[in-house]
């Protein structure tokens, strides 16, 4: 099993920008899938990016396309989450999770798609 922390939540005013880190450790060997989802106050967790074992093929929310990047250093274990022109609305708790996926598939956008989560990091957007 693979264990996640993240790192990198904080406050940060409106257009400005946040770099969220993913570090994995444990049974690293295997192929993970990887996503961010966020939480805010209130409601359901939602998706916001995927990106498959290989690293070349990545899905976003529609949400957070053009403001977001994800990607991973299969070397280093990490999945850095990088969040600009921050919006209010992007406030939430923002966790990362894992699936073993040996298939390339990025489509993971449901919480029941993974297997493995981390505790959460926060991020704030004052407006």
Do not use: H
């Not at 450790?25 to 805010?40: D, I, N, P, V």
């Not at 498959?52 to 977001?68: C, H, I, L, M």
């Not at 919006?87 to 073993?100: F, G, H, L, Q, S």
């Amino acid at each position: 099993q693979v264990q996640l922390v993240e790192s990198g939540g904080g406050l940060v005013q409106a257009g400005g920008s946040l770099r969220l880190s993913c570090a994995a450790s444990g049974r690293t060997s295997s192929s993970y899938a990887m996503g961010w989802f966020r939480q805010a106050p209130g409601k359901e967790r939602e998706f916001v990016a995927a990106i498959a074992y290989r690293g070349g093929t990545t899905y976003y929310a529609d949400s957070v396309k053009g403001r977001f990047t994800i990607s991973r250093d299969n070397a280093k274990n990490t999945v850095p989450l990088q969040m600009n022109s921050l919006k209010p609305e992007d406030t939430a708790v923002y966790y990362c999770a894992a699936r073993i996926d040996y298939s390339g598939n990025v489509y993971y956008i449901r919480e029941n798609d993974y297997t493995t989560w981390g505790q959460g990091t926060q991020v704030t957007v004052s407006s």
